[in-house]
């Protein structure tokens, strides 16, 4: 058990070691795409921000979806999207770049003194720099629609939330960096699974509004509960799945386990593969 947990130790550890190198990295990820546009990094929010209202738009007033959960006031479906999404969004955001962090800098890789292990934690960084934003929006919605009163007691599930997104992130961010340098064909198909991700995760929805086999797939997949804890932060206001949390929370450690010990098994030769 010692050693399995000795990996995400030393990643963890390592990131530490080089937080000035790492942080660099990360702006460099989040300004330097958009360096030559008008707006630069702002590109950065603006785009998944506009994503978040579309959706909020087209399934709230054009679909007039409505949420089938007792006790719940249907006409706050605007609130309870956006609980999702600001779990969701970052996450996606996250997993398509966590594909290039390796083969995407292969003029570092190559340096042999490079420590390649903190580049997977700039996709980390990157997402929860957008999750920070995504939340600092919904306070402000939230003062002026007044959806729900925050107390002590939910901004210390808002963190345990974020921690456990990072964790997770973290996890899948090293899992996916190593194994799409050997298998090149994992990139295309994280990128159709995040396409259809978004409706097979009770973001949009819950899950008894939508048809048997989509439900039976909601509840297979393991990021609904890291769903269902934002929305019990940002919508319900309290546990409402207290076995989202106790997933989520294991999910998180075995995540971390297998994405860093995989990166320290592959990233010998990482060097030689791209």
Known sequence: MIHILQAPINSIRLVLLHRELTLQLTKHELFYQHSMQVFGGAWAIIHPFCLMLVYSFIFGFIFKTRLNIDGINSSNYTSFILAGLISWMPLQQAIAKSCNNIIGNTNLVKQVVFPVDILPYTSVLYSFFLQIVFISIF??????????????????????????????????????????????????????????????????????????????????????????????????????????????SLFCLSILILGSNTFDWLKTWFGEMV
């Open 139 to 248: 306070f402000a919605l939230n003062i002026y629609f007044k959806w729900l009163d925050f107390t002590i007691i939910t901004i210390l599930m808002a963190t345990f939330a974020i921690f456990l997104q990072i964790g997770i992130t973290i996890g899948i961010s090293l899992f996916l960096s190593a194994t799409c340098v050997y298998l090149k064909d994992v990139k295309e198909i994280v990128q159709f699974f995040l396409t259809i991700f978004l409706f097979i995760l009770p973001v949009l929805y819950a899950p008894n509004s939508t048809p048997r086999i989509f439900e039976v797939l909601i509840y297979f997949n393991p990021l609904s509960y890291l769903i269902w804890v934002f929305q019990d932060t940002f919508f319900y206001g309290y546990m409402h799945h207290p076995f989202a949390w106790f997933f989520s």
